[in-house]
């Protein structure tokens, strides 16, 4: 007789032990790949009830996919003896499931001008996380955020006016590093798990304070929308989702208009040309301007509506100047530009300072850090500098007077371009014909003397004051790149 063995295999049977909501987890972990097996996760554990499922359903799963785990726990010392309790309930707990932790004890007293007690430390925290990753070489850093959490995000956002992006709420992961395994499930589910385990948890009396929008959202905002909708929470998520997907194919088209266009110099001063943006439809136009704030913002903040719209207006102006919340505004007749905090506005309009070139003498040309050079030369001199170097330009002395300067073009200057026998042309349009883009035309140094422009450094010198046959006295002017010491004019 033939007896059918029932037994299941071991990996079947550890796998129905599973509780529901851990195989709902580890759905989303597939679908989002946010976790692969073998990897060494790192998890934040603060003791809430959130944190704590984490840990155990992280923990339960640890076995089957060979999962390394490490926990963290940070203390802002905040509320006094319950950060304490709080930090002793979850070493205790690590240490009943044998998951190595490590606490941080984190000081809010120099957040960020702006920066509120809960952005500073969700700011500190992940900095500390990150740490701690690369410290015991963590592939991931677990958060315990919920789909609840997300909700309340986005409603902040959309109480505060917000976009695309702050309806985009929470990303399930974050550069591939920051995952978000609890994404999918409430915090009803959560507390439902909790007690059917007969695990205990901290709660933040902070949390319950309405002096944050969030926890008023939480416990003001929520419950009626449930009430009205009792898919709100789902309904606010998919939301987010949709409006990322945009978002991120939005951002996609900004970093491809950007990529010629948002210029970084050596001060790490922000240019962007003014014709450039206006050409841009409005919606376009805010999202380049908020992209160049974020990139000017020391945290790598996005701007507020406010900023952008500044910005925007200050854009149509000739010429103004503005200080935002951590980034300085400088417009020029063809630029925008934008400067960290800490950087003065003076320090970006001098290198457009006309200065006085002595002869002889060397100026520096900030804007590209050029040494323009000038000196007296003889006949024989100035023979062998021109067959030797096409980098300089000899002058006759005897047909400029002094000062000779360097400055910036301005509108209408107008010279005679070696070459075309005598005719003048508008320096515009010979930027044009050159295809000079608007935003290079400010950092180019032109040359001149009271009788006109003398060379436009590094294009063309003007043919009315080059030497001749009958030239006397000659003077060299050169250029050379201030870091590189490599010439860069082409006579």
């Known amino acids: ?13 550890r796998r129905s032990a599973w509780p529901p909501l851990l195989h709902r987890v580890v759905c989303t972990i597939k679908r989002r790949a946010l976790i ?13 009830p959130d944190s704590v499922t984490l840990l155990l359903l992280l923990h339960r799963l640890s076995a089957s996919w060979r999962l390394n785990l490490t926990a963290a726990h940070f203390n802002y010392n905040l509320r006094g003896s319950e950060s304490e309790d709080d930090e002793a309930f979850v070493i205790a707990l690590c240490r009943e499931l044998s998951i190595p932790l490590h606490v941080r004890r984190l000081s809010l007293g120099g957040r960020a001008r702006g920066d509120s007690i809960q952005a500073a430390a ?28 997300q909700a309340e995000t986005v409603l902040m956002w959309i109480v505060r006016g917000s976009g695309l992006a702050g309806l985009s709420g929470m990303p399930p992961s974050r550069q591939g590093v920051v995952v978000r395994p609890l994404y999918d499930v409430s915090r009803q589910d959560i507390l439902e798990y909790l007690r059917g ?26 419950p009626v929308l449930r009430r009205i909708a009792p898919a709100s929470v789902s309904a606010l998520c ?41 050409a841009l439809p409005e ?67 001098d290198p457009l300072q006309p200065k006085v070139l002595a002869v002889p003498s060397t100026v520096t040309w900030k804007t590209t850090g050029l040494q323009v050079q000038a000196q007296v030369i003889s006949e024989e001199q100035a023979l062998k500098s021109l067959l030797g170097h096409k980098q300089s330009i000899v002058l006759d002395a005897d047909r400029v007077s002094s000062p000779l300067m ?28 050159l295809k000079v883009p608007m935003e290079e035309r400010a950092t ?16 063309r010198q003007d043919e009315r004051f080059a030497v001749r046959d009958s030239t006397r006295h000659r003077v060299m002017v050169s250029a050379v790149n201030q870091q590189a010491m490599v010439e860069v004019g082409l006579g």
């Open 1 to 13: 007789m033939m007896v059918q063995n029932t037994a299941r295999p071991a990996a079947q049977a």
């Open 36 to 48: 692969e097996r073998g990897q060494h996760v790192l998890v934040a554990v603060s003791g809430g």
């Open 122 to 149: 969700r700011r500190l925290r992940y900095i500390a996380l990150e740490d701690l990753a690369r410290e015991c070489g963590a592939d991931r850093i677990s958060m315990g955020h919920t789909a609840d959490d």
């Open 197 to 222: 385990e007969g695990r205990p948890y901290r709660k933040d009396s902070s949390n319950t304070k309405p002096l944050y929008l969030r926890n008023r959202i939480r416990h003001e905002l929520l």
């Open 238 to 278: 998919r939301l987010a989702e949709l409006c990322r997907s945009d978002e991120g194919y939005l951002d996609n088209v900004v970093a491809e208009l950007c990529a010629g266009e948002l210029r970084r110099d050596r001060n790490g001063v922000w240019s962007l040309g003014k014709r450039f943006l206006r």
């Open 283 to 349: 919606p376009l136009q805010r999202r380049v301007v908020r992209e160049a704030l974020r990139r000017c913002d020391v945290l790598q903040r996005s701007p507020s509506l406010a900023a952008v719209d500044r910005v925007l207006t200050c854009s149509v102006k000739r010429t103004v100047e503005a200080d935002l919340k951590g980034v300085g505004l400088v417009v020029t007749r063809d630029l925008i530009r934008l400067f960290p905090e800490g950087r003065s506005k003076q320090s970006c309009l």
């Open 406 to 433: 360097v400055r910036a073009w301005r509108p209408g200057d107008r010279f005679c371009p070696l070459g075309l026998k005598g005719r003048s042309k508008k320096l515009q349009d010979f930027f044009t014909d």
């Open 444 to 459: 180019i140094p032109i040359l001149t003397a009271p009788e006109g422009i003398v060379w436009v450094i590094g294009y």
